[in-house]
Structures are given as C-alpha cells and as structure tokens.
Antibody
C-alpha cells in the first residue's frame, strides 16, 4: 500500500526558508523509474507544479521558481524534501507531495499525500 | 516553458449528460498529458495518464483523447459523484505544467 504524508512548519515569516518533508511507504526511491514530485495550491486556486526528483537523483524545477527551490531525498528513510528560500505571502498554499511512477515508460502522479498547509505571515 | 490552457473554467451539467473538458498546449506535447480530479477538501486523484489510459479503479465513463496540442477529457454520463475540479497536466519535458482547472457542478 502506497502512502505519502507531508509535514512542514505551519506558519513562517517572510524572507524565511520553508522546509517540507514527504515521508512515504509502499515504494522505494531507489527503484528504477520511481520519483517524487511537489505541487502546491493556494486556497481556492489551481495546482502549481514545483519540482521532481527521480530514483537516479535527477532533479527538475519549475523555471519560474528555480532559483528558490531545492529538492532532495533520503532513500534510506523513505523521505523527500523541498526547500523554498526567501518566502513571501504568495507562497501561502497547501503543499502536496506525490509519487511519480512510470507506466509503459510514461510518468504520472499516481499517489498523492493529503497535503500540508503553509502560511507565510508577519 | 509550455503553457496549458484549459476550458471551460466552469461547467454546469445535469446527471446523465455527456461532459467534455479541453486542454490546449502552447506547443506539441505528443501524448504526454494526464487528467486529475480533485474533490472539495481532498488531494487530487489521477484519472487518465498518457492522454487516454484509464488509471486503476477509475470508472469507464471517463475517457481521454487527443495528441499534439489539443486534448479532451470526456465523461460519458455524468454522475453526482463526479462533481469536482478537473486539471490537466503536461509532462512532455522535464518541466511539467498544470492547466488552470475546470470546476464541474450539477445543474
């Protein structure tokens, strides 16, 4: 059974660094073809893809946020991480992590976490 | 960057209706497009991957079509439990992009 769960600080101040953790089970990020992605959603708005990390440590970032994002993984502990530097109120959102699996060599977000709310406020 | 334009933004339909939702890519994405359903207060859920492949457990009334730049999600006979917001996602390159979403309500 695949599960993912996000955790984060809840609230932080502008200019701080947001650190998010995705703890998962039911798969390994050392398995060929597996990946984890981060997606966010401001309240009442659409989804924004942020970053992906793959089993081979390949990383991809949203170009509009690339200089602020760092994605990483701890394969031994089944965790993936996302850091966003210099946050402001526009980063207030629910943040999701999702498993990326290859089906016939095509990727998709096939399992999602429940999401964690993050508020940036002074 | 590839932009995804989804239409309509809002859709009202009756139970039993055939519903179509569209996504247009700013450039050719081959068939690298998924559809996700998000019910109120829940995380998104994968419906269709690679344009037209139904994810495990998804009812057959959902289908997808298209290629290149134009894609469609079809619900053949709308059910009350299909009330949700639907998003497309392109993954033709390392950088992925969601469409803006279509909120589907019952008339």
């Amino acid at each position: 059974q695949v599960t993912l769960k996000e955790s984060g600080p809840g609230i932080l101040q502008p200019s701080q660094t947001l650190s998010l953790t995705c703890t998962f089970s039911g798969f390994s990020l050392s398995t060929y073809g597996m990946g984890v992605g981060w997606i966010r959603q401001p309240s009442g708005k659409g989804l924004e893809w942020l970053a992906n990390i793959w089993w081979d440590d390949d990383k991809y970032y949203n170009p509009s946020l690339k200089n602020r994002l760092t994605i990483s993984k701890d394969t031994s502990n089944n965790q993936a991480f996302l850091k966003i530097t210099n946050v402001d109120t526009a980063d207030t959102a629910t943040y999701y992590c999702a498993r990326i699996a290859l089906t016939m060599m095509v990727p998709s977000f096939d399992y999602w976490g429940q999401g964690v709310m993050v508020t940036v406020s002074s | 960057d590839i932009q995804m334009t989804q239409s309509p933004s809002f859709l009202s339909a009756s139970v039993g209706d055939r519903v179509t939702i569209n996504c247009k890519a700013s450039q050719n994405i081959n068939k690298y497009l998924d559809w996700y359903q998000q019910k109120l207060g829940e995380a998104p859920k994968l419906l269709i991957y690679n344009t037209n492949s139904l994810h495990t457990g998804i009812p057959s009334r959902f289908s997808g079509s298209g290629s290149g730049t134009d894609f469609t999600l079809t619900i053949s006979s709308l059910q009350p439990e299909d009330v949700a917001t639907y998003f497309c996602l392109q993954h033709n390159s390392g950088s992925w992009t969601f469409g803006g979403g279509t909120k589907l309500e019952l008339k």
